[in-house]
């Protein structure tokens, strides 16, 4: 029974309730953000069971949310909404209060103005602001208008008011797409405009719907943003590079790889560096959450090279199929420049070839003693 002042209603479990989701589907939602956040949110840091995440989660106030769009092709919304199984949009909608979205409200014209101030008054303080887009700032940021007000000076505006902001995509997280040369616009991300608010980049181009899930959950629960890394993105899904955990991955370290678009070894699978993939220097989670809950929805999966979208100077920056440099190891490229299997230090083939050359002495000192040959081993 909701309380008499409809608290319980403005609880995430109980607005799911009143929206007629089942207990079983939220549970399942909960049970992918376990998944898509295995590690890097205090919300999970416990190690909950789905169950009793839906509890901790259901207990919290539905954060107020004002999505604002700026230079953007609305993928990110898209990717968002063509989400499935159950639909995890409708459920990020329920579990959210979406109080203002120019793409999903039916509102326009001055009603949509009056709904952005009247939304920004209501929560001031307390809301998410989400940004989707670049910020053009040339010419006084006279490219885009909004209510006949430059974008950045509604930024700046509603940013202010807001109690966290969120980056949705690389293109409001440091331009992205919009900014590429010569960027005629100005166009750049929300950080340098607002250095000093409380922001998380969640670059892609789209990002995962379940990376905006956790955080949006992870400030809902716990009230702070998720810990993030230098640029400000979050760990629990920016932590490691597309090519730590791509499933093509053995064929590179073995020097299989495709070299034109349809050749045998492309339809085998092998590795797309020569290709021009940017995985060994983009973070991002993709090669492990799928995009739209079908298995290999993504970028290599679907035998595309990773062109960069999540990294800063990267995607939009270097060209599609130009190969990028590995670690740091100068003009070398497989099969010479590929890294050590298990290699913490980012070593190339040579210094490979150098380290097994060294075993036996190795072994030695470790040991304290000389290797020990197969016969005796199999002794002990
Ligand atoms: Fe995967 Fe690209 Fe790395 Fe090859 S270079 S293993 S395709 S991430
Ligand atoms: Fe982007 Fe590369 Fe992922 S292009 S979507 S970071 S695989």
Redesign the pocket.
């Known amino acids: 029974m909701p309380n008499v002042d409809g608290t319980e209603k403005k609880t995430i479990a109980g607005h799911l309730k009143n929206c007629g989701v089942s207990r079983r589907d939220f549970v399942q939602l909960c049970s992918m953000v376990m998944v898509a956040a295995p590690a890097g949110l205090a919300l999970t840091a416990d190690n909950p069971t789905p169950a009793k995440l839906a509890d901790k989660i259901g207990k919290a106030k539905r954060p107020s949310v004002v999505w604002l769009h700026f230079q953007d092709c609305t993928g990110c919304t898209e990717s968002l909404l063509r989400t499935s199984k159950p639909d995890v949009a409708d459920l990020i909608l329920n579990v959210i209060s979406l109080d203002y979205c120019e793409t999903l409200m039916a509102a326009s014209g001055y009603q949509a103005e009056a709904a952005l101030k009247q939304a920004v008054e209501e929560n001031a303080g307390k809301f998410v602001l989400v940004i989707e887009g670049a910020i053009p700032t040339k010419e006084q940021g006279i490219y885009m208008k909004l209510a006949g007000k430059p974008a950045i000076d509604v930024l700046k505006e509603v940013g202010s008011k807001a109690a966290a902001i969120i980056a949705m995509g690389s293109c409001a997280s440091w331009g992205g797409l919009s900014s590429t040369s010569p960027n005629p616009t100005g166009a750049t991300g929300v950080d340098s405009i607002l250095p000093n608010a409380a922001i998380v980049n969640l670059p892609g181009c789209p990002p995962n719907p379940y990376t905006l899930l956790g955080t949006v959950l992870e400030f809902a629960t716990m009230g702070k943003l998720p810990a993030v890394d230098e640029k400000k993105r979050p760990l629990f899904a920016y932590d490691r ?3 730590d955990h ?8 073995a020097g299989r ?1 495709a070299t034109k678009f349809g050749d045998a070894n492309h339809s085998k699978g092998y ?3 020569k290709l021009g ?4 220097v ?1 973070k991002n989670s993709c ?1 492990t959450r799928h995009f739209n809950e079908i298995p290999d929805c993504w970028p ?1 999966g679907i035998g595309a ?2 062109f960069g979208c999540s990294e800063q100077n990267v995607g939009f920056n270097i060209p599609a199929y130009e190969t990028v440099q590995i670690h740091g190891v100068g003009a070398a490229t497989p099969p010479d420049g590929y890294s050590l299997v298990g290699s913490t230090t980012g070593k190339i083939g040579v210094a490979q070839r150098a380290w097994s050359a060294s075993r036996p002495a190795r072994s030695a000192e470790r040991h304290g003693q000389p290797r020990r040959n197969c016969k005796a081993a199999k002794k002990l």
């Open positions: 590079l597309i090519h791509c499933p093509r991955r053995a064929h590179f370290d790889f590795c797309l560096f993939c940017k995985g060994p983009t090669s290599v090279p990773c």
